[in-house]
């Protein structure tokens, strides 16, 4: 007996696919758990219609088109709709006892004892594409609903090669026109009627332009097929990772998919190590603060705490605390959720919540690794802080960081999430809170004389910009006409001093906290902002943006 042929040598001989793709599919099939046939569909390197005839071929059953062969009125009453829901088929045809009945998948055939029984006639079985006997089934029964026919826009590829393809030619292109204008985020954005793509660049996103619905299904597929997600799970949220030569550099992009109402929405993340890891000196200090945290993170020991909403800069600040630390006599860890960037020399694990590797667990064992310095990427719940401060205590410089507004509340979110307040005061160092705020573009940049109005909402004096320069963003073509080009840092931060110690062992107040953290000369975000104002690197509408919600006092 002739040995049965695979679907993937019969797509060959058909010559819908290449080697080649037989054998990404393969590994995308094995990734997902599904059929190569399944993942040639999503991947759009073949149509339903040329998988099924392939099938077809392979079980040696017939192939029929319900687009083009419409059952009688008949034929269909000579089935229930709960037969049709139990057994995935439709009638087609009947031919004395012979009843006719497509099926989706050969193994199907397996059923042909139970219809037989069920209709009380010889069962002949035809194989159709999964999405016309969904729409037959829909359209005939009402079982279900009618859902788009699958790999219709499979690319062409007959007069090109893979790297040339449409649909891959226009995600590198959106790639490459993010990283041209200095993007941080691509977000991708299905409605029901286009896809949106816009851009994130220096913290404020843009429409960069419009897709047309139809491509919608290859252009997800594409980005998901990149990042090694599971493009058959369209229900659930996921997570990858591409990594990427663009423009001689390599970069790194984290994806994001969560499906929505018009389909998944992609957010991918631009992680540049050229531009996005800087030194101490570019993250925006003031002369004070500069030399103020240079003296926190030389300390041999304690916790050093980076605050702030998601975007705020707390990695790249650590970082260059990090790359400035990092000498061959230091041992440095880190646990981070995911690593962003990858830094020689350093020891960096990446959480992992699918095996249970989370930061609790890998904060314990690097403890027997002996390192002189930590980072770990966020403190979220009890037991991390509680080790973490346990490291501090046992002779360890920790670095990490916490979601809170303003940098006192760092201590009372510590105490708030169960540990002892004379632990935090023990064992803290130092908070840091800190936001982006966009540079003036150096191109088009305006002098302007302060408003009373926008004075007032500063809290400055007139005293205070007596004999300073103020700006203002007015745009042009190096901005794109944003006004603005670039990003630094605004910063407030205190070290922990006897005071602060002593309130916050007491449980003192947030505002108690903050009203002795400025008396110890700690600066407002607000205030820090104003600086920059005075220094000519940004506006005093950024400065108001920034800090709106921010406690200046």
Same mark, same amino acid.
């Given at each position: 007996?002739?040995?049965?042929?695979?679907?993937?040598?019969?797509?060959?001989?058909?010559?819908?696919?290449?080697?080649?793709?037989?054998?990404?599919?393969?590994?995308?099939?094995?990734?997902?758990?599904?059929?190569?046939?399944?993942?040639?569909?999503?991947?759009?390197?073949?149509?339903?219609?040329?998988?099924?005839?392939?099938?077809?071929?392979?079980?040696?059953?017939?192939?029929?088109?319900?687009?083009?062969?419409?059952?009688?009125?008949?034929?269909?009453?000579?089935?229930?709709?709960?037969?049709?829901?139990?057994?995935?088929?439709?009638?087609?045809?009947?031919?004395?006892?012979?009843?006719?009945?497509?099926?989706?998948?050969?193994?199907?055939?397996?059923?042909?004892?139970?219809?037989?029984?069920?209709?009380?006639?010889?069962?002949?079985?035809?194989?159709?594409?999964?999405?016309?006997?969904?729409?037959?089934?829909?359209?005939?029964?009402?079982?279900?609903?009618?859902?788009?026919?699958?790999?219709?826009?499979?690319?062409?590829?007959?007069?090109?090669?893979?790297?040339?393809?449409?649909?891959?030619?226009?995600?590198?292109?959106?790639?490459?026109?993010?990283?041209?204008?200095?993007?941080?985020?691509?977000?991708?954005?299905?409605?029901?009627?286009?896809?949106?793509?816009?851009?994130?660049?220096?913290?404020?996103?843009?429409?960069?332009?419009?897709?047309?619905?139809?491509?919608?299904?290859?252009?997800?597929?594409?980005?998901?097929?990149?990042?090694?997600?599971?493009?058959?799970?369209?229900?659930?949220?996921?997570?990858?990772?591409?990594?990427?030569?663009?423009?001689?550099?390599?970069?790194?992009?984290?994806?994001?998919?969560?499906?929505?109402?018009?389909?998944?929405?992609?957010?991918?993340?631009?992680?540049?190590?050229?531009?996005?890891?800087?030194?101490?000196?570019?993250?925006?200090?003031?002369?004070?603060?500069?030399?103020?945290?240079?003296?926190?993170?030389?300390? +041999? =020991?304690? /916790?050093?705490?980076?605050?702030?909403?998601?975007?705020?800069?707390?990695?790249?600040?650590?970082? %260059? #605390? &990090? @790359?400035?630390?990092?000498?061959?006599?230091?041992?440095?860890?880190?646990?981070?959720?995911?690593?962003?960037?990858?830094?020689?020399?350093?020891?960096?694990?990446?959480?992992?919540?699918?095996?249970?590797?989370?930061?609790?667990?890998?904060?314990?064992?690097?403890?027997?690794?002996? +390192? =002189?310095? /930590?980072?770990?990427?966020?403190?979220?719940?009890?037991?991390?802080?509680?080790?973490?401060?346990? %490291? #501090? &205590? @046992?002779?360890?410089?920790?670095?990490?960081?916490?979601?809170?507004?303003?940098?006192?509340?760092?201590?009372?979110?510590?105490?708030?999430?169960?540990?002892?307040?004379?632990?935090?005061?023990?064992?803290?160092?130092?908070?840091?809170?800190?936001?982006?705020?966009?540079?003036?573009?150096?191109?088009?940049?305006?002098?302007?004389?302060?408003?009373?109005?926008?004075?007032?909402?500063?809290?400055?004096?007139?005293?205070?910009?007596?004999?300073?320069?103020?700006?203002?963003?007015?745009?042009?073509?190096?901005?794109?006409?944003?006004?603005?080009?670039?990003?630094?840092?605004?910063?407030?931060?205190?070290?922990?001093?006897?005071?602060?110690?002593?309130?916050?062992?007491?449980?003192?107040?947030?505002?108690?906290?903050?009203?002795?953290?400025?008396?110890?000369?700690?600066?407002?975000?607000?205030?820090?902002?104003?600086?920059?104002?005075?220094?000519?690197?940004?506006?005093?509408?950024?400065?108001?943006?920034?800090?709106?919600?921010?406690?200046?006092?």
């Amino acid at each position: 007996m002739e040995p049965r042929k695979r679907l993937g040598e019969i797509l060959l001989e058909m010559g819908v696919v290449t080697q080649g793709k037989i054998d990404e599919a393969l590994v995308q099939a094995r990734r997902a758990g599904t059929r190569i046939g399944e993942a040639l569909i999503d991947m759009q390197m073949a149509t339903e219609e040329q998988v099924a005839r392939a099938l077809c071929r392979q079980s040696k059953l017939p192939f029929v088109d319900l687009g083009k062969a419409k059952p009688d009125a008949a034929v269909l009453a000579l089935v229930d709709s709960k037969v049709v829901e139990e057994y995935d088929t439709v009638p087609i045809k009947k031919a004395g006892n012979q009843i006719f009945l497509a099926i989706r998948d050969p193994a199907q055939v397996y059923q042909g004892d139970g219809l037989q029984f069920v209709l009380n006639a010889d069962i002949k079985f035809a194989l159709t594409t999964p999405t016309s006997l969904t729409n037959a089934k829909a359209e005939y029964y009402g079982v279900g609903e009618k859902v788009e026919r699958k790999g219709a826009a499979a690319l062409d590829t007959k007069d090109e090669g893979d790297d040339e393809a449409p649909i891959i030619r226009l995600v590198q292109k959106m790639l490459e026109d993010a990283l041209r204008q200095r993007a941080s985020d691509i977000h991708v954005e299905p409605m029901a009627d286009r896809i949106r793509v816009r851009f994130r660049v220096d913290g404020v996103c843009f429409e960069a332009s419009s897709l047309p619905k139809d491509i919608q299904n290859a252009i997800l597929s594409r980005i998901k097929i990149m990042a090694a997600m599971d493009i058959a799970e369209k229900r659930k949220p996921q997570d990858g990772r591409i990594q990427i030569d663009l423009f001689g550099r390599p970069i790194d992009v984290r994806v994001s998919a969560l499906p929505a109402s018009h389909g998944e929405s992609i957010v991918m993340r631009l992680l540049d190590k050229e531009t996005a890891l800087v030194g101490l000196e570019g993250l925006g200090f003031g002369a004070k603060d500069h030399e103020r945290f240079n003296k926190i993170i030389s300390r +041999p =020991n304690g /916790i050093f705490l980076v605050t702030g909403p998601t975007g705020s800069g707390k990695t790249t600040s650590l970082y %260059a #605390a &990090l @790359t400035d630390l990092n000498k061959p006599n230091v041992k440095i860890i880190t646990a981070e959720n995911p690593v962003e960037y990858h830094l020689k020399g350093i020891n960096q694990c990446e959480v992992r919540h699918t095996i249970g590797l989370d930061f609790a667990l890998i904060l314990r064992s690097m403890l027997r690794q002996a +390192p =002189n310095i /930590i980072l770990v990427g966020e403190i979220r719940d009890l037991e991390t802080a509680e080790i973490a401060i346990q %490291a #501090a &205590l @046992t002779g360890h410089l920790v670095f990490s960081t916490l979601h809170t507004n303003d940098a006192p509340s760092a201590l009372t979110r510590l105490i708030d999430m169960g540990v002892k307040p004379f632990l935090v005061s023990t064992a803290v160092l130092a908070v840091m809170a800190q936001r982006l705020i966009r540079i003036l573009c150096q191109s088009c940049k305006a002098e302007w004389e302060l408003e009373p109005v926008k004075l007032a909402a500063l809290g400055v004096t007139p005293e205070t910009i007596a004999g300073k320069t103020i700006y203002k963003a007015v745009g042009c073509k190096e901005c794109r006409f944003e006004g603005y080009r670039g990003r630094k840092g605004i910063f407030e931060m205190y070290e922990m001093d006897s005071r602060m110690r002593d309130l916050t062992f007491k449980g003192a107040s947030t505002l108690e906290l903050r009203e002795q953290a400025r008396a110890g000369g700690m600066l407002s975000l607000r205030e820090d902002g104003v600086q920059k104002v005075l220094a000519g690197l940004t506006s005093v509408d950024e400065i108001l943006r920034v800090t709106g919600s921010v406690m200046d006092k």
